[in-house]
């Protein structure tokens, strides 16, 4: 199904704005987010509605504002993705047109041009719709992944200093099979970690066990009573005197989610 392109129209002229208005209403791909003759309250437009597009007259001398104040608020505003911007105007100063640009118009229509007129700026947009489609695509799918990855470093970085906290040091092998273990476990319970873990570090499963179950071991035997009970909150079977790897790894998958 094609994408409906939401259009901010920010225009002075009346007749401009009932002409683009008019025509925008006869596209099946496109609608109006809003009308505004002050590029203030266009900021307000963007905020509340998420254009895709703005087409913006830079002059607004009947409104407030203008197309640069609202260009430099835009960029303020901070937006993970900013609606295309095409600029119309008759102003053909060479340094505000550029200044324009500098700001963000993506592209300028001179008003004064031969083949310009209002509906020939909505014509523009719609020629771009597929084009701005996939870009949205894009950065939707990129700010996810970027997402995702931030999440996961820092639970990687509080999985490393509860383990620190307990006297694992990095240079353990078994260090970072618990972490890996540790964020599979949070991913959701499974019963054959070792075995993912051994098919990811080439190694076999009970090697993987042994060094998890020695990395535990080295911490409840060097380390001081007080210093794990504050930090291992968990019950431990006093035959043992120390957690199993699966109690290990499902009580700091838990606490980490929890934000304990």
């Known amino acids: 199904m094609e994408k409906t392109l939401h259009i901010l129209l920010i225009e002075d002229d009346m007749n401009t704005c009932n002409r683009i208005s ?17 590029s ?4 307000q437009y963007v905020q509340n509605t998420l254009p895709d597009a703005v087409i913006l007259d830079l002059e607004l001398h009947h409104g407030g504002g203008n197309g640069l104040f609202f260009l430099s608020d835009l960029n303020k505003l901070g937006l993970e993705k900013k609606p295309y911007i095409l600029v119309t ?9 550029e200044s324009a640009r500098r700001l963000g118009a993506d592209f300028i229509i001179g008003k004064y041009e031969d083949s310009y007129s209002p509906e020939s700026a909505v014509d ?8 701005i489609e996939m870009t949205e695509s894009t950065s939707n799918t990129s700010y996810m992944k970027d997402n995702q990855k ?15 906290l307990i006297g694992i040091s ?30 990811k570090y080439k190694k076999s499963n009970s090697s993987v066990e042994r060094a998890m179950q020695n990395a535990i071991n080295r ?6 009573t007080e210093t794990l009970l504050n930090c291992y909150t968990a019950h431990i079977n006093p035959d043992r005197g120390m957690p199993t790897i699966k109690e290990f790894i499902y009580f700091y998958a838990e606490k980490i989610t929890d934000g304990r």
């Open 150 to 164: 931030d999440l996961e470093q820092g639970l990687i970085r509080r999985i490393h200093r509860e383990l620190e």
């Open 219 to 224: 911490a409840w035997n060097s380390n001081d």
């Open 40 to 43: 203030y309250v266009g900021i």
């Open 89 to 97: 105007t008759y102003n053909s100063s060479k340094i505000t047109l």
């Open 124 to 131: 523009f947009l719609e020629q771009l719709l597929p084009m």
């Open 22 to 38: 008019n025509y925008i209403a006869t596209k099946d791909n496109m609608d109006l987010a809003g009308v505004t003759n002050n």
């Open 170 to 199: 990095p240079k353990v092998v078994g260090y970072k099979y618990l972490t890996d273990a540790i964020m599979i476990t949070i991913d959701g319970p499974t019963t054959n970690i070792s075995q993912i873990l051994g098919n």
